[in-house]
């Protein structure tokens, strides 16, 4: 067992002038690794959105100042308002049509089913699932209207998948999120557009550590095949095959980013 992450593997144009969208994507996390792999992979422009426009702001200009202030564009998108993902796609349309969407967004918690209110039942179930339906049917509509076969790709969990102590209302919604991805892939098969998921179990960045306890994390650590977490561009790396044509055959699978599946 290996707890050693490998190398960052470069980029081989997996994505040379796509025009791709990721919402979630301010921070230390999944949605900004996969913004930088996006860019590696000669994407012409990522537009990015966030709730934190602080972090969206310094995002911007961290990935501009790497890569160029013309590929990266930003806008201030909470996926639980309609009219902000229009805004976000609307700036992605400025320089042409989208051919990715990375729906990374998504709400957690701890909590017993016995103490669990509505309030946080509905919270984390219209960010994490009714908020990666409203942006992939956003994005769905425009690809058609479009003409363009694109490429959508959905942030699930192995919790969708597994049980997890204090977890019901994450693991339901993730659950929805597979399964909305198998569904919309049939629905959009027919305009050439595909849709799939990634399915992590424990990527680590900051916020994880923040708000989980050294305990717990070890002992999740010692449930993965190689007793570590994943790096985010490690999920990232997975997104990324997913929108590129290496994977023109797939739609409507769910690929876990980990030796977990129960």
């Not at 305990?215 to 007793?227: C, T, V």
Request: glycine share 10%; aromatic share 4%.
């Amino acid at each position: 067992m290996s707890s050693t992450a490998p190398a960052y593997v470069p980029g081989h144009g997996l994505l040379d002038g796509k025009r791709v969208v990721i919402t979630a994507a301010a921070g230390a996390g999944i949605g900004q690794a996969a913004a930088v792999r996006c860019l590696e992979e000669g994407a012409a422009q990522v537009v990015l959105g966030d709730t934190h426009a602080g972090r969206l702001a310094e995002t911007q200009r961290e990935l501009g100042e790497r890569f160029g202030a013309e590929r990266v564009r930003t806008a201030v998108c909470d996926v639980t308002v309609e009219e902000q993902i229009a805004t976000l796609l609307d700036l992605a349309e400025d320089g042409g049509p989208i051919d990715v969407m990375i729906n990374n967004a998504g709400l957690g918690g701890s909590v017993s089913i016995l103490d669990m209110t509505d309030e946080q039942w509905d919270k984390v179930i219209d960010v994490t699932l009714t908020g990666t339906f409203r942006s992939l049917r956003a994005v769905g509509r425009r690809m058609v209207t479009a003409g363009t076969a694109g490429v959508i790709v959905n942030n699930a969990s192995v919790i969708g998948w597994r049980a997890q102590v204090e977890q019901a209302h994450y693991a339901a919604a993730k659950a929805g999120v597979m399964a909305l991805t198998r569904s919309a892939a049939m629905d959009l098969a027919a305009h050439g557009i595909r849709v799939n998921a990634v399915s992590p179990s424990l990527a680590m960045h900051p916020f994880l550590e923040k708000v989980t306890s050294p305990e717990l994390l070890e002992q999740l650590k010692a449930r993965e095949a190689f007793g570590r977490a994943a790096e985010p561009w490690e999920v990232a790396n997975v997104m990324v095959f997913l929108a590129s044509a290496y994977s023109s055959y797939m739609t409507g699978e769910v690929v876990a980013v980990s030796s977990q599946h129960a």
